[in-house]
């Protein structure tokens, strides 16, 4: 009968462990349940029908028991048990994150897709200027290296450089002489041998300059209308800067003079060049001091001059006959460079 009260024990406590693994989350303590005390009870004075009764009703609960499947099913109890206390445990953890409580979440920046999206203008501006510089390095490496084959093709070889001749033209816009030669042997001259001519026109000639209490004025050969043409022709030559311009104009001036502004218009507007800014140097001081330098550079020839208009070539005024007759001529014969194919 012990044994049967001892057996019965067992299973018992093998059910409150199950109740307890169940409920651990619910309880906190567990429920004392204490045996039947059957010594106690014989003790009291119990009758020997009701000890008999007792008995019998032990007999009842001590009906054979398969261990073995007791076992089995108690561990599958336990394991299903730990399985849904894990899943508790999981959906806990998830809650913790849901609510942020003890979890650090690390936010997800999109900083460089936006910076790439921000600044897309301003990195294709940096490509283009970086292939921008890299063509321009490539073209000016291309540049030197072609430099280079020709320095190196033309190494050892001569290079010819033309000496250039200065002539300086002395004349006066009324004197015929002055025309003639301006006309017929200076401007084919130039046109043929311009490649190695540096001219200089000088319209003063003959005149004087007066100077009366800070006031300029000009004595000329043929008179006050000649003073006007000079300063025009003098204000063309320093304005115009174009050489074979300057030739062409005054050749068009100088054919008739007479009326220098008037022809002066023309002769200029002729050769694509604006008027305005002749016209106002003619009528300003600016003319004046023009035609009072050349004026300075014709006092200063030596020697002095003696008949207009006067050449010199490179400074010298050698041979002005054989000049007046054939300028060409003169100036082939005087090159210091290789011949001149016009010569």
């Known amino acids: 009968m012990d044994m049967g009260g001892g057996r019965l024990i067992r299973i018992m406590i093998l059910v ?6 169940w409920k651990i989350w619910d309880y906190s303590s567990l429920p004392v349940l204490e045996p039947p005390s059957f010594n106690a009870e014989i003790s009291k004075g119990m009758s020997s029908s009701k000890l008999q009764s007792d008995q019998e009703q032990n007999s009842v609960l001590q009906a054979p028991v398969d261990e073995e499947q007791l076992l089995q099913e108690t561990r599958t109890t336990i394991h299903t048990l730990e399985n849904e206390s ?5 959906e806990e953890k998830q809650d913790l994150i849901q609510k942020g409580e003890g979890i650090v979440i690390r936010p997800i920046t999109k900083k460089k897709k936006l910076t790439d999206k921000g600044n ?3 990195t294709m ?15 000016e490496k291309e540049k030197k290296i072609k430099e280079k084959e020709i320095e190196k093709g033309q190494k050892g070889k001569e290079v010819a450089v033309k000496p250039t001749m200065r002539i300086e033209i002395y004349y006066e816009v009324l004197c015929s002489d002055s025309r003639n030669f301006i006309m017929k042997q200076l401007t084919p001259a130039f046109e043929k041998l311009k490649d190695i001519l540096q001219v200089g026109l000088v319209p003063y000639g003959k005149a004087k300059t007066l100077e009366e209490n800070g006031k300029v004025t000009f004595d000329c050969q043929h008179g006050p209308r000649e003073c006007e043409g000079n300063i025009v022709h003098a204000c063309v030559t320093n304005i115009i800067k174009d050489e074979a311009k300057q030739i062409a104009i005054v050749h068009c001036m100088i054919d008739r003079n007479e009326q220098p502004m008037v022809v002066g218009k023309k002769c200029v507007e002729k050769h694509g060049e604006k008027w305005a800014s002749i016209s106002s140097c003619v009528t300003s001081d600016k003319g004046t001091s023009i035609l009072k330098h050349m004026g300075d550079m014709t006092h200063r020839l030596k020697p002095e001059v003696t008949f207009i208009p006067t050449i010199t070539i490179n400074g010298s005024q050698e041979d002005q006959k054989h ?7 003169v100036l082939c014969k005087r090159y210091k460079g290789p011949r001149h194919p016009s010569c």
């Open 120 to 122: 897309n203008s301003e």
């Open 125 to 139: 501006k940096i490509k283009s200027k970086k292939k921008e510089h890299e063509e321009s390095g490539k073209l």
């Open 86 to 90: 894990d899943t508790e445990i999981r």
């Open 323 to 329: 000049i007046l007759l054939d300028f060409h001529k």
């Open 16 to 21: 409150l462990v199950m109740v307890l693994v």
